[in-house]
C-alpha cells in the first residue's frame, strides 16, 4: 500500500540535542511539507519542498532544518535552537497536479516530540 | 495569522444527529478542503470544494461554499460514534503561495 511513514512515533529529547524526524513515501509525489500541531491547535508550515534539493520556509522555520536528496525522503531536523520544541510533527506530501488544482495533502501518523 | 476558523470550537452531539461546523477565511480562495483527524493521529482528506462550486456531498457529508462571505460549512448527517474527531478547513489561496493553510479544527464528540 502507498503511504507515508513517519518516525519515531514518540521521541524524548533532551534540552540541548538535536533530533531528526524521518519521513518517507511511495506515493511518488513531488511535494512535501512539515507541520508543527501544539495541543487543541490547528497546523502550522515548518518547511516545505517541491521538488528534490529544493526547499523553502514556512511559517515557523526557525529552529528546524529540513533536505531533499530523495524524491522519497525529506527529514526534518529539530536543532538546540528551538526553544519550544515539543510538539506533534506531522509529514504531509502532495502529488504535482496544480493544474487541475486538486492539491490534495496525504499525511503520515506523526511523531510526538517532548524535551525533558 | 490563520487563513481558515473554525466555529464551534468544540461540539458534543448524541448519536444519529446531526453536526454543522463552519469555516471562516480572509483572502479569496482557489479551493477549500475538510480533513479530519483522530486523536493523536495524522490527518485525513474528506472533501474538497472548489471556488466556483457551491456544494458538494460525499456519503453522510455535505459541504457548502459561499465565496461572498467567505465561509464555508460541514455537515455530518446522522452521526455515529466513529465521527468523533477533529475537523479541519484548509484554505488554498495564491496570497498563501498556493500551500494549504489550515484552522484551528472543531472538536467533535458524537455520544452513543
Known amino acids: 500500500d502507498g503511504g507515508i511513514t513517519q518516525s519515531p512515533k514518540y521521541l524524548f529529547r533532551k534540552e540541548g540535542q538535536n533530533v531528526t524526524l524521518s519521513c518517507e513515501q511511495n506515493l511518488n509525489h513531488d511535494a512535501m511539507y512539515w507541520y508543527r500541531q501544539d495541543p487543541g491547535q490547528g497546523l502550522r508550515l515548518i518547511y516545505y519542498?517541491?521538488?528534490?534539493?529544493?526547499?523553502q520556509k514556512g511559517d515557523i522555520a526557525e529552529g528546524y532544518s529540513v533536505s531533499r536528496e530523495k524524491k522519497e525522503s525529506f527529514p526534518l531536523t529539530v536543532t538546540s535552537a528551538q526553544k519550544n520544541p515539543t510538539a506533534f510533527y506531522l509529514c504531509?506530501?502532495?502529488?504535482?497536479?496544480?493544474?487541475?488544482?486538486?492539491?490534495?495533502?496525504?499525511f503520515g501518523a506523526g511523531s510526538r516530540l517532548t524535551v525533558l | 495569522s490563520q487563513q481558515g476558523e473554525e466555529d464551534p470550537q468544540a461540539l458534543s452531539i448524541q448519536e444519529g444527529e446531526n453536526a454543522t461546523m463552519n469555516c471562516s477565511y480572509k483572502t479569496s480562495i482557489n479551493n477549500l478542503q475538510w480533513y479530519r483527524q483522530n486523536s493523536g493521529r495524522g490527518l485525513v482528506h474528506l472533501i474538497l470544494i472548489r471556488s466556483n462550486e457551491r456544494e458538494k456531498h460525499s456519503g453522510r457529508l455535505r459541504v457548502t461554499l459561499d465565496t461572498s462571505k467567505k465561509s464555508s460549512s460541514l455537515l455530518i448527517t446522522a452521526s455515529r460514534a466513529a465521527d468523533t474527531a477533529s475537523y479541519f478547513c484548509?484554505?488554498?489561496?495564491?496570497?498563501?503561495?498556493?500551500?494549504?493553510?489550515f484552522g484551528g479544527g472543531t472538536r467533535v464528540l458524537v455520544k452513543p
Open positions: 519542498s517541491q521538488i528534490v534539493n529544493d526547499f
Open positions: 504531509a506530501s502532495e502529488r504535482g497536479d496544480r493544474g487541475s488544482g486538486a492539491n490534495v495533502l496525504t
Open positions: 484548509a484554505t488554498d489561496a495564491r496570497a498563501a503561495g498556493n500551500k494549504l493553510t
